[in-house]
């Protein structure tokens, strides 16, 4: 599905309506690919394949590598997100994959 998106892509200026449609069914594959990924990484953890590594990490830096990583997301929706966290560091312990985590279940 995704070679077809990118064989749209590279046919050139498209009708706003199939271009529409194109940022739509890329949108969903996307999504998809995100859910499969978190299924296998659920069944991994189910069966001891994957460890995770807990640390103490400050959530400041957890929640602004989240917003930086949804960036083009907010630039492709024309959408803008002020953040303002308070002063006093909170600490997480959490495995380092708790960034990307967040950014998907905030993009979803």
Known sequence: MQMFIDLLQKHGALPAEVEQDRCIIAG???HLSRLL???VDVGR???DKLKLRF????SGDVIHGAVDAMQPMFARNEQRLKLKLARKEHYLKADAKA????A???DS
């Open 28 to 30: 969903q594959i996307n």
């Open 37 to 39: 990924n978190d299924l």
């Open 45 to 47: 953890l189910a069966f």
């Open 55 to 58: 640390e103490r990490v400050e």
């Open 99 to 102: 960034q990307p985590l967040l």
């Open 104 to 106: 998907s279940a905030d």
